[in-house]
């Protein structure tokens, strides 16, 4: 017995070793949250104007274009909870916040990153961000997050090929930087049908429903005590995405937005879901803006901020 577990450890140390090493070179790779975290570790208390939220805004608003120090701290399918998780870490440090962007999209209140397909995303947030967000201890680690394909070839064009400049995918000031432009009536289809729940009416969903509401009503709550303007704002869809979403879903999502920000004299809501001012060049896909689209909203959303005030 004493034998075979000698042999068994001596078999597996390569192996932790090999699986160590892997882990400690791939959080060496640059991403997009390590970025943000450093940067709002150096420059939240200079940021007037933060962007929260999903692709949405994280392609859709760029602060190039705001006349206030702006950051977006958007990610990829990040849900409210994530928003909260990264207004929480930071929010003692926001001596010069004045407003905080919210975005609602179709799905957010119905949704938790958690739940979704990118689950594999809460890594980022506890690896990077040092977030305690786990929800299996595969979150902790980048070997077991993805599967060993993503990361052999990460390693590959990092270590190998030297493409250092391909894993950073947003500006200096955390704006998705433009990617190729896909169908609209294709993306709209099979986007609206992603974003779209079975049954809004289940136990589970309601209780995201109700969780992301408390959510919205704290940070809110927080924002108003310290003299912090609150926008919640719905992002312009082309009408392939609007055609095909659930009516029902939407109708409830304007609505409680509606409801809240009428409850909260340092908020308000701006719903652009079908703005007929963006046409199909000011979109990269069917729910997400183009390079020029973004350029669109952000000087309409800076403009509408300094009328607020």
């Not at 001596?10 to 991403?31: D, G, Y």
């Not at 879903?249 to 609505?255: D, E, N, R, V």
Request: proline share 2%; charged share 20%; aromatic share 14%.
């Amino acid at each position: 017995m004493k034998k075979f577990i000698i042999k068994t450890i001596l078999f597996l140390l390569p192996i932790f070793a090999i699986s160590l090493s892997m882990e400690i070179l791939l959080r060496k790779i640059p991403n997009d949250y390590l970025y943000k975290k450093e940067y709002l570790d150096k420059y939240s208390n200079e940021i007037e104007t933060l962007i929260l939220g999903s692709s949405h805004s994280f392609y859709g608003l760029n602060p190039d274009f705001f006349s206030s120090s702006t950051f977006n701290a958007a990610h990829i399918s990040q849900s409210l909870n994530y928003d909260y998780e990264i207004f929480k870490k930071y929010q003692d440090n926001l001596h010069n916040l004045k407003t905080l962007i919210l975005p609602i999209s179709y799905f957010t209140l119905y949704g938790k990153l958690e739940n979704g397909s990118e689950s594999w995303r809460v890594k980022n947030y506890v690896i990077y961000y040092g977030m305690n967000v786990a929800n299996s201890f595969v979150d902790y680690a980048e070997v077991l997050s993805n599967q060993p394909k993503v990361n052999r070839k990460k390693f590959y064009g990092y270590y190998i090929k030297s493409n250092h400049d391909q894993y950073i995918s947003c500006s200096e000031l955390g704006w998705g930087t433009p990617i190729q432009s896909k169908d609209l009536v294709e993306t709209g289809k099979a986007a609206a049908e992603r974003h779209t729940k079975a049954d809004i009416t289940s136990d589970f969903n309601n209780n995201i429903f109700n969780n992301n509401q408390q959510i919205l009503n704290t940070i809110i709550k927080w924002c108003k005590k310290q003299n912090i303007k609150v926008l919640l704002l719905t992002l312009p869809a082309y009408t392939t995405y609007r055609q095909n979403i659930n009516l029902e879903q939407y109708g409830i999502t304007i609505k409680t937005a509606n409801k809240i920000a009428s409850q909260y004299d340092n908020c308000i809501y701006v719903n652009l879901f079908d703005d007929t001012n963006f046409v199909a060049k000011d979109f990269r896909d069917a729910d997400h803006l183009s390079e020029i689209g973004a350029e669109k909203l952000s000087k309409l959303i800076d403009k509408k901020i300094n009328e607020w005030k």
